[in-house]
């Protein structure tokens, strides 16, 4: 329980600084927590994919019959499910289910955060921690991410960190059924769950003579992604066609990190807006909590996992302005951050989660309502 109340209390007051930014700029926390993104997975959870309004566009403008398919369905239709409830809207839906998913990721993060610390208690130079404390600041880190307002809005966030969290829970706990269906459901939430197929897969045939559990974890760890490119090849006749769609709808495809490399480098000699500059500093600390994380000899399927999403998103070209949310699923690499505060006192450790806390609040804030591109 404790985690929640940790998630919930620092999720408020990142709503409540929204919400005065909202004021100040005429606008509500209602229409930032569904803006860009947030309206195409309502549009389609309400509507499927067939009849999405033609209001909702790609980010070249247009809307074309296989625009919608950019989007995996797991979040789509979940919250329509839910929003087949009596009395509750859509939109309603998809607020509740990103509240509920991420009090089960703040569970499994103070579980994960716990078991890495005890595996890492003999080996690490950051030497033993209080498995308890190190779990409770990792919800704290995780709930305080720079972009962690995309918790609360209508973004599959919430959903990929709760199946992340939860699959490597079943690796580290060697409980393979769990870490193959998270896989799965993955898999068919968003395309960077390769990441997390691939970590499950590799983890379970290392621990093949686990027996069935372990091989049925490989065989459906990959069916949720597949299964959805499988839909997309259906619909547009090209095996393809989901690549080609992200390509030429938003601009990402696999650069090997030139578009990362330029924007850094350009944002931070020429830039005088906060939100690029920001953005560039959080891709550079992003890299640094990596290095931080090998140092501190974060167990492998942890790291690998992590690893695999920085690698994915920064060697990747698209909106840069997106970068800070994108990585949000690679807080597990906080773990050793978390290990340092639980070893100082209390007192010290909330001493410096306040600033982070407020800042987390105040660049979400900022990004939702002051800045005038998608994110």
Same mark, same amino acid.
């Given at each position: 329980?404790?985690?929640?109340?940790?998630?919930?209390?620092?999720?408020?007051?990142?709503?409540? !600084?929204?919400?005065?930014?909202?004021?100040?700029?005429?606008?509500?926390?209602?229409?930032?927590?569904?803006?860009?993104? *947030?309206?195409?997975?309502?549009?389609?959870?309400?509507?499927?994919?067939?009849? &999405?309004?033609?209001?909702?566009?790609?980010?070249?403008?247009?809307?074309?019959?296989?625009?919608?398919?950019?989007?995996?369905?797991?979040?789509?239709?979940? &919250? $329509?499910? !839910?929003?087949?409830?009596?009395?509750?809207?859509?939109?309603?839906?998809?607020?509740?289910?990103?509240?509920?998913?991420?009090?089960?990721?703040?569970?499994?993060?103070?579980?994960?955060?716990?078991?890495?610390?005890?595996?890492?208690?003999?080996?690490?130079?950051?030497?033993?921690?209080?498995?308890?404390?190190?779990?409770?600041?990792?919800?704290?880190?995780?709930?305080?991410?720079? @972009?962690?307002?995309?918790?609360? %809005?209508?973004?599959?966030?919430?959903?990929?960190?709760?199946?992340?969290?939860?699959?490597?829970?079943?690796?580290?706990?060697?409980?393979?059924?769990?870490?193959?269906?998270?896989? @799965? +459901?993955?898999?068919?939430?968003?395309?960077?769950?390769?990441?997390?197929?691939?970590?499950?897969?590799?983890?379970?045939?290392?621990?093949?003579?686990?027996?069935?559990?372990?091989?049925?974890?490989?065989?459906?760890? =990959?069916?949720?992604?597949?299964?959805?490119?499988?839909? &997309?090849?259906?619909?547009?006749?090209?095996?393809?066609?989901?690549?080609?769609?992200?390509?030429?709808?938003? *601009?990402?495809?696999?650069?090997? $990190?030139?578009?990362?490399?330029?924007?850094?480098?350009?944002?931070?000699?020429?830039? *005088?807006?906060?939100?690029?500059?920001?953005?560039?500093?959080?891709? +550079?600390?992003?890299?640094?909590?990596?290095?931080?994380?090998?140092?501190?000899?974060?167990?492998?399927?942890?790291?690998?996992?992590?690893? +695999?999403?920085?690698?994915?998103?920064?060697?990747?070209?698209?909106? @840069? %302005?997106?970068?800070?949310?994108?990585?949000?699923?690679?807080?597990?690499?906080?773990?050793?951050?978390?290990?340092?505060?639980?070893?100082?006192?209390?007192?010290? *450790?909330?001493?410096? %989660?306040?600033?982070? !806390?407020?800042?987390?609040?105040?660049?979400?804030?900022?990004?939702?309502?002051?800045? =005038?591109?998608?994110?």
């Amino acid at each position: 329980m404790i985690p929640i109340l940790l998630f919930l209390g620092i999720r408020a007051i990142g709503i409540l !600084v929204l919400a005065r930014f909202a004021q100040l700029r005429n606008t509500s926390v209602g229409d930032a927590l569904w803006l860009w993104d *947030g309206k195409w997975m309502v549009a389609i959870a309400e509507y499927g994919y067939s009849d &999405v309004p033609f209001t909702q566009t790609d980010a070249r403008g247009l809307h074309t019959p296989d625009t919608a398919y950019a989007f995996f369905p797991g979040y789509p239709m979940l &919250v $329509g499910a !839910v929003a087949k409830l009596p009395l509750i809207t859509p939109y309603g839906a998809a607020i509740t289910v990103n509240l509920v998913l991420g009090c089960i990721a703040a569970v499994g993060a103070a579980r994960l955060g716990a078991w890495c610390t005890r595996a890492m208690a003999d080996r690490s130079p950051i030497g033993k921690v209080d498995p308890a404390r190190a779990g409770l600041f990792l919800v704290a880190l995780f709930a305080a991410t720079p @972009m962690s307002i995309v918790l609360n %809005m209508a973004y599959t966030e919430a959903l990929f960190c709760t199946l992340g969290v939860w699959g490597l829970i079943g690796v580290m706990e060697r409980r393979w059924l769990l870490a193959g269906l998270c896989a @799965m +459901l993955a898999g068919a939430s968003r395309p960077t769950a390769v990441v997390l197929i691939g970590v499950v897969m590799l983890a379970a045939v290392l621990a093949r003579r686990d027996g069935w559990r372990a091989w049925t974890a490989v065989v459906i760890s =990959p069916l949720g992604y597949l299964g959805y490119l499988a839909v &997309v090849w259906a619909h547009t006749g090209s095996p393809t066609g989901w690549f080609r769609i992200q390509t030429e709808g938003w *601009g990402t495809e696999f650069d090997w $990190g030139r578009a990362t490399f330029t924007f850094v480098n350009e944002t931070l000699v020429h830039s *005088g807006e906060v939100a690029p500059v920001a953005s560039a500093w959080i891709i +550079l600390s992003t890299l640094v909590m990596l290095g931080l994380a090998v140092w501190a000899r974060l167990p492998w399927p942890v790291l690998l996992y992590g690893t +695999l999403v920085v690698a994915s998103i920064v060697l990747s070209s698209g909106l @840069m %302005m997106s970068r800070a949310r994108l990585l949000l699923p690679a807080f597990v690499l906080l773990i050793p951050v978390a290990m340092v505060l639980a070893r100082w006192r209390t007192s010290v *450790g909330v001493a410096v %989660m306040v600033p982070v !806390v407020m800042g987390s609040a105040w660049f979400g804030a900022h990004m939702l309502t002051v800045y =005038p591109h998608a994110m």
